[in-house]
């Protein structure tokens, strides 16, 4: 592939991997080197995900479909408009 050697793709691979890897290993475990915190960071980051929904509810007739679709990748906000566009498809 490319004309590179078979091994260095599987090096470059296993570095990429491995860092990946390791990043995540080193921000769990400073996540939860106390229950507490780990509980708190968690709790925090869930309820920020939710933000998007509060911008999106009073303004989704006016907004663009790409940002609709944009705002879906995360997932409180896609269920949230899930369940709002199901409840207005029952409403009519």
């Avoid at 990043?23 to 400073?30: E, P, S």
């Avoid at 507490?36 to 911008?55: E, K, R």
């Amino acid at each position: 592939m490319m004309g590179l050697d078979n091994w260095l793709h599987w090096a470059a691979w296993f570095v990429k991997s491995l860092m990946f890897l390791l990043a995540t290993t080193v921000l769990v475990t400073l996540l939860l080197c106390t229950p507490n915190s780990g509980a708190t960071a968690v709790g925090t980051i869930w309820m920020f995900s939710y933000l998007p929904n509060i911008y999106l509810r009073p303004r989704f007739h006016s907004l663009s479909t790409n940002l609709k679709i944009g705002m879906c990748v995360y997932f409180n906000t896609a269920m949230s408009l899930g369940c709002f566009l199901a409840s207005i498809r029952e409403l009519v």
